[in-house]
T-cell receptor, first 114, second 113 residues
Framework: ETGVTQTPRHLVMGMTNKKSLKCEQH?????MYWYKQSAKKPLELMFV???????ENNSVPSRFSPECPNSSHLFLHLHTLQPEDSALYLC?????????????FGQGTRLTVV | ELKVEQNPLFLSMQEGKNYTIYCNYS?????LYWYRQDPGKSLESLFV?????AVKQEGRLMASLDTKARLSTLHITAAVHDLSATYFC?????????????FGKGTTLSVSS
């Protein structure tokens, strides 16, 4: 596989459920990101991981919990979400520290909270 | 707080005509990125501009960067239907241990004949 792969592509969950989003990058990058894209707001940066260390938490509610076990994998654990959390969740990776921080995105997970 | 502003947010274009999208940003970054997003799809990288005066062209799209004015433009020449999409510009945000991209709200282009 190549690029950035996200699973699942679609997810419907109740407010009391616990689920996880998975992201895997095959680009050899050292940084990974979670973004949220909703109809009402532009692309919002949620979390940043550089070399497996979380370096940015952009005031995200604690019902979103990221995990980065290695530089190729990134998870977003979800629990007790609200309907307003319904959105497209995009994972991206880049080679931070180089001339360019060009990010490569996965296909996204379309999340619906009911 | 880093701000990235695009205008217009919506652009209805006629086939064959020329248009320009503007991207203003508030930081001193000299790196700017353009992405395209088709409905229901993810973001695809279009251009990476890495210095003042940088100009990149691909087909009917040309992007330029003026870091002194903190302005990038995406120029569309002779619009065609397959350019209909949402276009985002993004700028590096430097944080404690690295960088991440901060995006504008996007400009949705619609091309009609």
């Amino acid at each position: 596989e190549t690029g950035v792969t996200q699973t699942p592509r679609h997810l419907v969950m109740g407010m009391t459920n616990k689920k996880s989003l998975k992201c895997e990058q095959h680009l050899g990058h050292n940084a990974m990101y979670w973004y949220k894209q909703s109809a009402k707001k532009p692309l919002e940066l949620m979390f940043v991981y550089n070399f497996k260390e979380q370096t940015e938490n952009n005031s995200v509610p604690s019902r979103f919990s990221p995990e980065c076990p290695n530089s190729s994998h990134l998870f977003l654990h979800l629990h007790t979400l609200q309907p307003e959390d319904s959105a497209l969740y995009l994972c991206a990776s880049s080679q931070d520290g180089e001339v360019s921080t060009e990010a490569f995105f996965g296909q996204g997970t379309r999340l619906t909270v009911v | 707080e880093l701000k990235v502003e695009q205008n217009p947010l919506f652009l209805s274009m006629q086939e064959g005509k020329n248009y320009t999208i503007y991207c203003n940003y508030s930081t001193t970054s000299d790196r700017l990125y353009w992405y395209r997003q088709d409905p229901g799809k993810s973001l695809e990288s279009l251009f990476v501009l890495l210095s003042n005066g940088a100009v990149k062209q691909e087909g009917r799209l040309m992007a330029s960067l003026d870091t002194k004015a903190r302005l990038s433009t995406l120029h569309i020449t002779a619009a065609v239907h397959d350019l209909s999409a949402t276009y985002f510009c993004a700028v590096d945000m430097i944080h404690q241990a690295g960088t991440a991209l901060i995006f504008g709200k996007g400009t949705t282009l619609s091309v009609s004949s």
